[in-house]
């Protein structure tokens, strides 16, 4: 593949696992045994089986209509929201906790910023009778109670994040400093394609279902597996890197991907990293990071939780470096607007994550006959409480 | 051979370093702590310098490096109080942080102005062996720095004896697989680590750290090792009043003059 990982788990100039030594067993175990396991045939009749029969997959590939009228193209949603959980996130969940059964790990610590990943390895664990401990930042879990309480109602125990800005990137960090204090018994699961190799590739695996099953459908519905465009919304990146996996290597189709511009770029409250990041390391990975002149990680700004956080995923830093993928940015305002659109033209209220892919559409011109594909990565139920002090409903 | 090389060519057992937070509890006050270590009896120190994320840290640490950032503390402060670091310290130093600020500072003139104010080596715990290799090492060798590689309790036999090739003055032993600050356990499969490390018979000396917290810990940890590293118990020191006056004081309690 010609984007994909190199041996030693860097893409281009990005990637790698820059770990403290306290890791690197638990890591290099990942590393040898992850193939290993996603290549045996009772994970994957197992993953599949509950892929289908408990996450609802495939997920549908829709034909806006009215989406379609307005733009003056085809346009086509990728349902991630009608997943059980309500997000991509759960393609992830199962996947790394079948992984970790297999590894032998009783213990499952993750990390959430929006709650979406929590409640998905709350989820997983519940269903698989696991220990699980997710760390969230003490501010998100303010911004995100319901998400709070669907994870304690799920067994899970959430753990405030207290250091630093108290957000998604310090509940990464808490989540790093368990694992480094419980290496044997514990799997940590990274619900974005971030973190040290092998986690970007292994999220991006779990997450190609989106492009994978997106080829069958659309080679259904038009004739042709291949799109002009294809959109999607990034924070982390998971999302985006599994709708674009498949179309990787079908260089005509245009991957975009559309980064959150919180109040706008030049504004401070942003979180659209390749506009102003600059080359580092965060979380074990080289990537394109948000920081100060002097290497101290930048707090991002999005009205989206999913959204704000200070990196990409290292492979998202190579397709942007290369320009394979093409990476811009909506603000908050435009977010909201396109998913109140979506609502009113489509009957769904997309997650706001999602509504910045969506809000991108108003920037493109078509040609007719153009197909177009979106991925709306979740439902919008989280975000209620904003677009009703938003729209003031 | 640079000054860290020369002590353990020396000194070969009751070896005492001591951390500290460049910028922590005061911006300017990094040389006025390392003469007073260095006069209280110190064998060498570890600077740290600050990091928004130190995901090896724990609480104490973290917290020091937080207030060292709020106090204004960058690399470009450190090197600069660093200039006048030989007329003051003459034992040798250690940087200690994590990789990103050393890849904005940019690595080669990071490792020269190291070289430069007298600084003999570095331990950056987020730094593993593949990338040192691929992207650092040549760097580091050119400036007469030496890179200091953690091992932990669940580091393989093979992995040290890879280490133990890279090194050249001494490899930093974990008391276990934890976060700094945490608390020395020193249970049977601990001591069977330390064990296995020394009848390994290393080419290089060894140094334990993390949970050395008094003079139990301490020489606990010289049975094993050369030394030992005091880190978060001095950092919680320097919260105190007087601390520059105590230092003496938090030394003897670790390792009392003979």
């Not at chain 2, 140094?207 to 090792?225: H, P, V």
Request: glycine content about 8%; some cysteine; aromatic content about 10%.
């Amino acid at each position: 593949m010609k984007y994909g990982v190199d041996e030693h788990g860097y893409y281009g100039d990005f990637g790698g696992a820059y770990i403290p030594e306290m890791l690197y067993p638990n890591i290099e175990a990942l590393r040898a045994q992850y193939l290993k396991v996603l290549d045996d045939d009772d994970f994957k009749a197992e993953y599949d089986q509950l892929l289908k029969d408990y996450v609802g997959r495939p997920s549908p590939l829709y034909h806006a209509k009215r989406y379609s009228e307005k733009y003056g193209a085809n346009i086509f949603f990728k349902r991630e929201d009608l997943n059980h959980t309500g997000s991509h996130k759960i393609n992830n969940a199962i996947g790394q906790i079948l992984l970790a059964e297999r590894l032998g790990k009783k213990r499952i610590i993750a990390e959430t910023g929006a709650g979406q990943h929590g409640v998905a390895t709350a989820t997983v664990c519940a269903l698989k009778g696991l220990e699980c401990v997710v760390y969230m930042g003490e501010i998100d879990m303010e911004r995100q109670a319901p998400n709070v309480a669907r994870m304690k109602m799920l067994g899970a125990k959430v753990v405030p994040a207290t250091s630093g800005s108290k957000t998604l990137k310090d509940a990464t960090n808490e989540a790093l400093r368990d694992w480094i204090g419980n290496p044997e018994d514990t799997h940590y699961i990274i619900g974005s394609a971030v973190g040290p190799y092998p986690y970007p590739e292994m999220v991006a695996k779990f997450q190609s279902i989106i492009s994978y099953e997106t080829k069958k459908q659309l080679l259904e519905q038009t004739g042709n597996e291949l799109p002009q465009y294809v959109l999607a919304c990034v924070g982390g990146g998971s999302n985006a890197i599994g709708m674009f996996y498949n179309f990787l290597d079908d260089e005509s189709v245009r991957l975009i991907a559309v980064e959150a511009a919180g109040k706008g770029v030049e504004t401070g409250h942003s979180a659209a990293t390749t506009s102003l990041g600059k080359e580092g390391v965060l979380h074990g990975t080289r990537t394109i990071l948000m920081q100060t002149e002097d290497g101290q990680v930048v707090e991002p700004y999005s009205i989206s939780a999913g959204l704000d956080y200070p990196g990409i995923g290292p492979q998202h830093a190579h397709l942007f470096k290369v320009n394979r993928a093409e990476y811009v940015s909506a603000t908050d305002d435009e977010a909201l607007n396109a998913g109140l659109l979506a609502c009113q033209l489509e009957g769904i209220i997309p997650a706001i994550e999602s509504a910045h892919a969506l809000a991108h559409l108003e920037k493109m011109t078509f040609n007719p006959g153009d197909n177009v594909v979106i991925c709306l990565s979740g439902r919008g139920d989280k975000d209620l409480d904003t677009y009703i002090k938003h729209f003031g409903y | 051979m640079n000054r860290l090389q020369t002590l353990f060519a020396n000194k070969k057992s009751n070896l005492l370093s001591i951390y500290f937070t460049a910028g922590y509890p005061e911006l300017n006050t990094t040389l006025d702590i390392a003469e007073a270590l260095e006069n209280a009896g110190a064998d060498f120190l570890e600077i740290g310098f600050p990091y928004s994320d130190p995901v090896a840290d724990g609480p104490t640490i973290q917290k020091s490096s937080e207030k060292a950032l709020e106090n204004g503390m960058t690399l470009n402060v450190l090197f600069k109080q660093l200039t006048q670091l030989r007329e003051r310290v003459n034992i040798p130093v250690l940087l200690m942080g994590y990789i990103n600020p050393i890849v904005q500072y940019g690595i080669e003139r990071f490792c020269q102005k190291a070289a430069e104010v007298g600084v003999d080596g570095v331990i950056v715990p987020d730094l593993p062996i593949y990338e040192y290799e691929k992207l650092y090492a040549d760097t580091f060798k050119q400036n007469n720095l030496s890179n200091i590689f953690l091992v932990t309790p669940n580091t393989s036999e093979e992995r040290i004896r890879k280490i133990d090739g890279l090194s050249n003055s001494f490899i930093y032993l974990l008391s276990s697989s934890s976060i700094t600050g945490s608390t020395l356990n020193v249970s049977t499969s601990i001591e069977d680590y330390y064990k296995r490390i020394k009848e390994m018979e290393l080419a290089n000396p060894t140094i334990i750290g993390f949970g050395i917290s008094n003079n139990a810990s301490y020489t606990k940890a010289c049975e094993y090792a050369n030394g030992a590293i005091v880190g978060s118990a001095f950092v919680k020191h320097l919260a105190t009043d007087n601390y520059l006056q105590t230092i003496p004081g938090f030394i003897d309690n670790i390792r009392p003059k003979s």
